[in-house]
């Protein structure tokens, strides 16, 4: 239910915020004995660093990192630039929409590899899919126009069965598209990259920097105990009173957050979602949750104009049931088989969930199971703050979030044939239509130019998935059959999420639910093109969850 104005200024300006000591973190903030450090905010050079393209092609180098390249802890590869003297280590693409793309690709580690797009509409020869790979000391161009509409889109590997290592490793960067909407917006709030709008990259990490999934990571994705916001951990953010513009991608292999911000007395404050995968919503909403799982974005707003000096607030991740109830499919005998799961009888109305009374503990056979299955010290769904702000000035700012954003026409449904896709597991794999990735297959074929709607239904007996598909931003239609705590947070009466509206490339769908989606197959690239389509748990993209796509 949206909040008015007068009751987010409630919940911000009435409260006595309990105004803490900066050196006294509030209790639960990183776990108990970390020391805070200062948010890492990308400048215009170094890790994540802001790199407008112009005509010159980007000579961009996956490689190794040394000390030199001042990484965030733990990332021991990434990709490399060197611009105008500057050194850049995973740049920030900044491009303007519609402007040509040229991007001289070298492999510099010691497996084969490619950079895909994630969310660019190009054609499947740019799109770097995982169909052609860069072999160790090759290369690969790649030249394209940003065709998208303004958004937060992102780069990384897509080798298949090598993607979920390589990221792990430190195999990511931002692409900004800018176009008139975008300009608008930041002219009308005095935005500021760097300053007042800033990117939050949230990658979960385990102590161990090498990557070594065991058969429970690749069963329920591989999660870490650690969340870095852009490589920092333990991060706070100093601020000044006036509204800020976070830009939130989850670049973790496998965790799924339910972001939301709190007073340090925990008293919830909600936001202002702008837009989310696809670029900026035709207007702001209102909002106090918002799940996020891996590959998609938010672009948030917060106003903290009416808070004073010394007041602290927290991003948090709150607690959730995660929903894995695979154990349930993979025991393997089939006379002892669990019967299918019942989501009321299974309490998921309630905020706290037994995990060893639900079976949570992984496959017997993995010896590593017991700790490392399920997030460790960390499972899935726990709540944690993550990000802390501080007050620190007070200053006039009087601007006021833009009634409308942009303008996004519904995609015309008249022509639209539907197509059903099942998510499920059978035979020790992730499943979509009971088949997995086979190399040049292409299961699902389109013809351009059409509209489709995918009717996205995963069983009872499953987990969340985070279903991506490359080149074709969707719109989501509705969700059927969610679970409770899902429905809980519709905003319409076809079951949508905030998070859902606009344009999406990646839509996590639950146990027991539907998702339907609109996709536009318009297509201006000569010839076949084949795309993928997968869930964006990395070691589920990486076990096969995964299908060709071929638009011709
Ligand atoms: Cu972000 Cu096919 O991936
Ligand atoms: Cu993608
Ligand atoms: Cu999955």
């Given at each position: 239910?949206?909040?008015?104005?007068?009751?987010?200024?409630?919940?911000?300006?009435?409260?006595?915020?309990?105004?803490?000591?900066?050196?006294?973190?509030?209790?639960?903030?990183c776990?108990?004995?970390?020391?805070a450090a200062p948010l890492f905010v990308?400048?215009?050079?170094?890790?994540?660093?802001?790199?407008?393209?112009?005509?010159?092609?980007?000579?961009?180098?996956?490689?190794?990192?040394?000390?030199?390249?001042?990484?965030?802890?733990?990332?021991?590869?990434?990709?490399?630039?060197?611009?105008?003297?500057?050194?850049?280590?995973?740049?920030?693409?900044?491009?303007?929409?519609?402007?040509?793309?040229?991007?001289?690709?070298?492999?510099?580690?010691?497996?084969?590899?490619?950079?895909?797009?994630?969310?660019?509409?190009?054609?499947?020869?740019?799109?770097?899919?995982?169909?052609?790979?860069?072999?160790?000391?090759?290369?690969?161009?790649?030249?394209?126009?940003?065709?998208?509409?303004?958004?937060?889109?992102?780069?990384?590997?897509?080798?298949?069965?090598?993607?979920?290592?390589?990221?792990?490793?430190?195999?990511?960067?931002?692409?900004?598209?800018?176009?008139?909407?975008?300009?608008?917006?930041?002219?009308?709030?005095?935005?500021?990259?760097?300053?007042?709008?800033?990117?939050l990259?949230?990658?979960?990490?385990?102590?161990?920097?090498?990557?070594?999934?065991?058969?429970?990571?690749?069963?329920?994705?591989?999660?870490?105990?650690?969340?870095l916001i852009n490589g920092s951990a333990c991060p706070y953010l100093?601020?000044?009173?006036?509204?800020?513009?976070?830009?939130?991608?989850?670049?973790?292999?496998?965790?799924?957050?339910?972001?939301?911000?709190?007073?340090?007395?925990?008293?919830?404050?909600?936001?202002?979602?702008?837009?989310?995968?696809?670029?900026?919503?035709?207007?702001?909403?209102?909002?106090?949750?918002?799940?996020?799982?891996?590959?998609?974005?938010?672009?948030?707003?917060?106003?903290?104009?009416?808070?004073?000096?010394?007041?602290?607030?927290?991003l948090?991740?709150?607690?959730?049931?995660?929903?894995?109830?695979?154990?349930?499919?993979?025991?393997?005998?089939?006379?002892?088989?669990?019967?299918?799961?019942?989501?009321?009888?299974?309490?998921?109305?309630?905020?706290?969930?037994?995990?060893?009374?639900?079976?949570?503990?992984?496959?017997?056979?993995?010896?590593?199971?017991?700790?490392?299955?399920?997030?460790?010290?960390?499972?899935?769904?726990?709540?944690?703050?993550l990000l802390q702000?501080?007050?620190?000035?007070?200053?006039?700012?009087?601007?006021?979030?833009?009634?409308?954003?942009?303008?996004?026409?519904?995609?015309?449904?008249?022509?639209?044939?539907?197509?059903?896709?099942?998510?499920?597991?059978?035979?020790?794999?992730?499943?979509?239509?009971?088949?997995?990735?086979?190399?040049?297959?292409?299961?699902?074929?389109?013809?351009?130019?059409?509209?489709?709607?995918?009717?996205?239904?995963?069983?009872?007996?499953?987990?969340?998935?985070?279903?991506?598909?490359?080149?074709?931003?969707?719109?989501?239609?509705?969700?059927?059959?969610?679970?409770?705590?899902?429905?809980?947070?519709?905003?319409?009466?076809?079951?949508?999420?905030?998070?859902?509206?606009?344009?999406?490339?990646?839509?996590?769908?639950?146990?027991?639910?539907?998702?339907?989606?609109?996709?536009?197959?318009?297509?201006?690239?000569?010839?076949?093109?084949?795309?993928?389509?997968?869930?964006?748990?990395?070691?589920?993209?990486?076990?096969?969850?995964?299908?060709?796509?071929?638009?011709?």
């Amino acid at each position: 239910m949206p909040l008015s104005r007068r009751e987010f200024i409630k919940a911000v300006g009435g409260l006595a915020l309990a105004s803490l000591p900066p050196e006294a973190p509030a209790a639960g903030w990183c776990g108990a004995d970390a020391h805070a450090a200062p948010l890492f905010v990308p400048r215009d050079r170094g890790f994540l660093g802001r790199l407008g393209l112009g005509e010159q092609a980007l000579t961009l180098r996956a490689a190794a990192l040394s000390a030199r390249d001042s990484a965030p802890a733990g990332l021991t590869w990434g990709y490399v630039a060197q611009v105008g003297g500057r050194a850049y280590l995973n740049p920030t693409l900044v491009l303007h929409r519609d402007q040509r793309v040229r991007v001289d690709f070298v492999n510099g580690i010691d497996e084969p590899t490619i950079v895909h797009w994630h969310g660019l509409a190009v054609d499947s020869r740019n799109d770097g899919g995982g169909t052609t790979l860069a072999e160790p000391g090759g290369r690969y161009a790649y030249d394209f126009g940003a065709r998208n509409r303004s958004s937060l889109y992102w780069y990384h590997p897509h080798p298949h069965g090598l993607t979920a290592g390589q990221v792990y490793r430190g195999m990511f960067g931002l692409v900004e598209i800018t176009d008139e909407d975008e300009s608008r917006l930041r002219a009308a709030l005095d935005l500021v990259p760097g300053k007042s709008e800033i990117p939050l990259v949230l990658q979960d990490r385990r102590a161990e920097a090498r990557y070594a999934a065991t058969d429970a990571d690749r069963m329920h994705g591989f999660l870490g105990e650690n969340v870095l916001i852009n490589g920092s951990a333990c991060p706070y953010l100093d601020v000044e009173t006036r509204i800020y513009r976070f830009r939130v991608l989850n670049a973790s292999n496998a965790r799924t957050y339910r972001l939301g911000w709190r007073t340090a007395a925990g008293t919830p404050v909600p936001f202002t979602l702008i837009g989310n995968d696809g670029g900026l919503f035709p207007a702001p909403r209102d909002c106090t949750d918002a799940y996020l799982a891996s590959a998609e974005r938010l672009d948030v707003l917060l106003d903290l104009s009416n808070l004073g000096v010394g007041d602290t607030l927290f991003l948090e991740t709150r607690s959730f049931d995660p929903m894995h109830m695979e154990e349930a499919t993979a025991a393997p005998p089939p006379d002892q088989a669990a019967p299918p799961v019942d989501h009321a009888a299974m309490g998921h109305t309630m905020p706290e969930v037994d995990h060893a009374a639900m079976g949570h503990a992984a496959p017997p056979a993995d010896p590593h199971a017991q700790h490392a299955g399920h997030g460790g010290s960390f499972p899935e769904g726990t709540a944690r703050a993550l990000l802390q702000l501080r007050v620190r000035r007070k200053i006039a700012y009087r601007a006021r979030v833009p009634a409308q954003l942009s303008s996004l026409p519904e995609i015309d449904l008249a022509q639209a044939t539907e197509r059903p896709l099942r998510l499920g597991f059978a035979k020790g794999r992730w499943r979509i239509n009971d088949r997995v990735f086979a190399m040049g297959e292409t299961p699902i074929e389109v013809k351009r130019n059409t509209v489709e709607t995918w009717l996205i239904r995963n069983y009872f007996n499953s987990m969340p998935h985070a279903m991506h598909l490359h080149g074709f931003a969707f719109e989501v239609l509705e969700r059927q059959t969610s679970p409770d705590p899902i429905a809980a947070l519709k905003v319409d009466e076809r079951g949508r999420l905030a998070t859902d509206l606009g344009r999406k490339d990646t839509v996590l769908v639950w146990p027991g639910e539907s998702v339907r989606v609109a996709i536009d197959f318009a297509c201006p690239f000569p010839g076949d093109q084949t795309y993928m389509f997968h869930c964006h748990n990395l070691e589920h993209e990486d076990g096969g969850m995964m299908l060709g796509v071929k638009v011709s």
